[in-house]
């Protein structure tokens, strides 16, 4: 069965975007929209927010109804559930009961203040979580990028270098039959073009697995045939005094430290007002109603006045312990800012090497290209023999892959940098 003309367009269209390169922006907003770590943070969030929302639902406004009825032929005890310590005693006929309470703090000696303060640096915990592990994941795509970007330059150089030994061969073999050379230099050609296929084949296996690498950075999301494209490089601090104080500002770590000592103050500020009087408004709307008693309703309005006497110390204790997390992680936080202040100083050594490392391995690529064409010309001409040739040939290819890792050392040491400042993606 021939296919139709729609077929071979979708079968092109498919491997069109099969060789399509992708560039770093789409991984890292790949990475960032599917990634589980982040998906994972955005839900530790909205578990924060709700803990927020239960910590101050203690101090709304508090309205409930309870019923009962009964009939039957004698007195009855009913114990509620909502409250197992009271007893209700149901009469032996029939009988209706209802209540409503409405209770409302309207005085908490600012205990509710600081329950709020309490929630929000909570969230703010969370959402500082959550920029660590965009900026890991972020990390760790730019990581896998580059890695997946040089093996795909490695490649190309010994692709070349393949092309370069097998007309190498052609040429000896070339001179061999003409009697020029002896066949002990035929061999060269041939062992030397087996090793170009062999580097070649390790190299590309190397980038096989890089792209794997390169897809599980992202979430799993990137497609068959993916090749790294375009990177484009972030503008950068021009000193390292401003990249430190990027990285003080900015760090997720730090700010998470810094909202888990103001947490645990709020906590021992809680707990300390906790012992302090509380005023609440309430009232109280109850109708009875029984076949022999008639029925009646009666309604309550109060104040009620709060003044813990004795606890035995579990209110003292809770806001030492809250007191004692606060200092810790004002210790973790200087601990963090020393190490904060050893990554950004490696990160800024590595690039401020890469000016340097691209020119030197540009040099050298120029030098063995001009090595190689000289080396080809005596070889030409009848001046050098193979294994002159294959030498420099030998040392072109290394320069491209040289090359090649120096473009690397640029794409790792930016990622390490950007890592290390704490800039969000």
Do not use: C
């Amino acid at each position: 069965m021939k296919p139709t003309v729609s077929t071979i367009f979708v079968l092109m269209a498919v491997v069109l975007s099969a060789q399509q390169p992708i560039s770093l922006d789409d991984a890292l907003k790949m990475a960032l929209k599917s990634h589980p770590r982040v998906r994972e943070a955005e839900q530790l969030v909205e578990a924060a927010h709700a803990r927020r929302r239960q910590l101050l639902a203690e101090f709304a406004p508090f309205l409930a109804m309870h019923s009962v009825g009964s009939e039957g032929r004698g007195d009855t005890g009913f114990m509620s559930m909502l409250e197992p310590s009271r007893m209700f005693m149901l009469p032996r006929d029939a009988f209706f009961a209802a209540s409503l309470t409405f209770q409302w703090r309207i005085f908490t000696s600012a205990r509710d203040a600081a329950a709020r303060d309490v929630g929000g640096f909570e969230v703010r915990e969370a959402e500082q979580a959550l920029a660590l592990a965009r900026l890991q994941v972020a990390y760790r795509v730019r990581k896998a990028f580059a890695e997946a970007a040089y093996r795909t330059e490695a490649v190309a150089a010994y692709e070349a270098g393949l092309l370069a030994a097998e007309e190498m061969e052609s040429l000896a073999k070339a001179r061999f039959e003409e009697g020029k050379i002896p066949e002990a230099f035929l061999f060269a050609a041939q062992a030397q073009t087996a090793r170009a296929r062999r580097d070649l084949r390790i190299a590309e296996a190397d980038l096989e697995a890089s792209i794997a690498e390169l897809g599980a950075a992202v979430g799993g999301g990137l497609r068959d045939g993916a090749r790294p494209g375009d990177w484009r490089a972030q503008q950068l601090p021009d000193t390292l005094e401003s990249a430190l104080g990027e990285a003080y500002d900015r760090r997720p770590e730090l700010l998470a430290e810094r909202a888990r000592a103001r947490r645990q103050g709020a906590e021992a500020e809680m707990a300390r007002r906790s012992a302090l009087p509380e005023l609440s408004v309430f009232g109280t709307q109850i109708t009875f109603g029984s076949e022999r008693g008639g029925s009646s309703s009666n309604a309550t309005v109060g104040l009620l006045l709060t003044m813990p006497l004795a606890d035995g110390g579990m209110r003292r204790a809770r806001a030492s312990e809250a007191t004692a997390g606060g200092l810790a992680a004002e210790s973790r936080l200087g601990a963090a800012l020393l190490d904060v202040a050893v990554e950004v100083r490696a990160a800024w050594a590595r690039r401020s090497a890469v000016p340097d490392v691209l020119r030197h391995a540009e040099a050298e690529l120029q030098a063995s290209e001009e090595a190689y064409r000289i080396a080809r010309l005596r070889f030409d001409v009848g001046k050098a023999v193979h294994a002159e040739v294959q030498v420099v040939l030998a040392d072109l290819i290394a320069a491209r892959v040289a090359v090649a890792e120096a473009r690397r050392f640029d794409r790792n040491a930016e990622a390490d940098l950007l890592r290390a400042l704490g800039r969000q993606p």
